[in-house]
């Protein structure tokens, strides 16, 4: 395992090689370069891994900004990670990528090996997952922040809507979202929208009346 | 049970006394009122209980939309319900309010035999409970549908965006959601705003910058 920092491998030591030097790398199988995204590009120039399989692990990132004399992949395992909850990664997706396709029975194997969840996704469709993501994750947390300020405000405890928060995430693996919609908006009750409406700030407002135009126009059209 | 269609109280038969005419309503201890929105003022007038405690159990209706010569009160559970899917009620949350005091333990009973989260919440709590429900769950399933729309449109299977949705669901049991927010947004990563915003639709794209933009100012004040 390289990093710049050898003091950040100090963990690892006992259990794999670890070097500060680039040209000291051991050979293997499948090189793994877990960095930021925008640091990709420039550092994978450095490598010296001719026809050596390198894969990057983000998911907005293509595949071809991997530059240099190596076969490229990606491997980008989708999940958000909380420090001090534990994942189980037998559930983790995991979305490989090849640019050569010997490459990828090797990769799926170690994906497999890993997770139960391995999907082959190019880096068109993985740049839609990841944008997907960012309203899956993102956005659906910002509004729970926006419910929790709510409650806030109104001395009313937050984890009142844990299991409908929880039964929300449920509910669509037996229907699909479109199905599963309900509330004010898709009834379109306009008593209802205006008085809630009413009570918000402008930011939450705006969030608010955009979304429901949104869900009008999909429940109306 | 009354229901003005004997027919539908056909299942409940076997369990309970029922009947189409109000005057026929056998003594209790509590009477609950489970109709829609609209109906429960007009159709609370037509209840002769004098004394008794009856209840609605709708989340967006104040308990004084009650009107009788009866003692008020609220039962409100607070869930999305799926046909054909199982909701454990000792988890589910039932929010309780009532005009006389000496009713609120009679109703508190109840309520703890069949949920062990009880809480007591007044009318304009309990409107913002609900308004905050829109957003946690009508809005939410709202984001899912975007996302399962990018996908379809993509041939990516949606399932691979389950493990993400659940496990961003479960993370604000740990960390309140001000402190869960990930993304480029956070990040005031405007390359990657710019980039995706791109990719949308209009009407994803006033959703995406509207949210966006919310996230921006909610951690740069």
């Known amino acids: 395992m390289y990093n710049r920092n050898i003091g950040n491998l100090k963990s690892i030591k006992k259990k794999t090689a670890i070097t500060d030097n680039l040209s000291d790398l051991k050979d293997a199988d499948l090189y793994i370069i877990s960095i930021t995204d925008d640091a990709i590009h420039e550092f994978s120039q450095k490598l010296l891994l001719n026809g050596k399989l390198v894969v990057h692990t983000s998911g907005s990132i293509a595949m071809n900004a991997l530059n240099g004399d190596f076969n490229k992949g990606v491997f980008y395992p989708l999940q958000t990670f909380t420090k001090g909850q534990k994942v189980n990664f037998k559930k983790v997706p995991i979305c490989i990528e090849t640019e050569v396709d010997n490459d990828l029975p090797k990769l799926e194997e170690i994906a497999s090996s890993i997770s139960k969840n391995v999907y082959i996704i190019d880096s068109k469709q993985r ?86 135009d949104s869900i009008l126009k999909t429940y109306n059209n």
């Open 127 to 212: 740049e839609k997952l990841h944008l997907s993501a960012v309203f899956v994750n993102n956005f659906v947390n910002h509004l729970y922040h926006i419910a929790d300020g709510i409650c806030k405000e109104n001395k009313i405890p937050f984890e009142i809507l844990y299991p409908l928060i929880i039964e929300t995430s449920k509910k669509i693996k037996k229907l699909n979202p479109k199905d599963a919609q309900t509330g004010p908006a898709i009834r379109n009750d306009r008593k209802t929208i205006n008085h809630q409406l009413m009570q918000l700030t402008n930011s939450q407002k705006e969030i608010y009346s955009v979304l429901t």
